[in-house]
Nanobody, 119 residues
């Protein structure tokens, strides 16, 4: 069984910073991509940032230059450093992990962590 657990959310003032963590445990092999998605109030879920097994990163345009995704392969953990936070960054942030076994791809999701940016 695979567990994906996010942490680090909370309430922060505009311009502040938060660091999200996502720890993956259990019987999981060949992690291909790890990423963060978010869903704000009344909005659809969107990819925020992702990082491949080789370390290539991809960001949503609205967070480029403010957010940084990184990972610790030894700990199966992915991080999202969020700086210069804006009210529009308010959302539930979800961690996503995908693995590839043969011809099949599997995706695992965490339960989400709330990030609120407000004065």
């Amino acid at each position: 069984q695979v567990q994906v657990v996010e942490s680090g959310g909370g309430l922060v003032q505009p311009g502040g910073s938060l660091r999200l963590s996502c720890a993956v445990s259990g019987s999981i092999f060949n992690i291909n991509v790890m990423g963060w998605y978010r869903q704000g109030p009344g909005k659809e879920g969107l990819m925020v940032a992702s990082i491949t097994r080789g370390g290539s990163t991809n960001y949503q345009d609205s967070v480029k230059g403010r957010f940084t995704i990184s990972k610790d392969n030894g700990k199966n953990t992915v991080y999202l450093q969020m700086n210069s936070l804006k009210p529009e960054d308010t959302a539930v942030y979800y961690c996503n992990v995908s693995t590839v076994i043969g011809p099949y791809e599997y995706a695992y999701w965490g339960q989400g962590t709330q990030v609120t940016v407000s004065s």
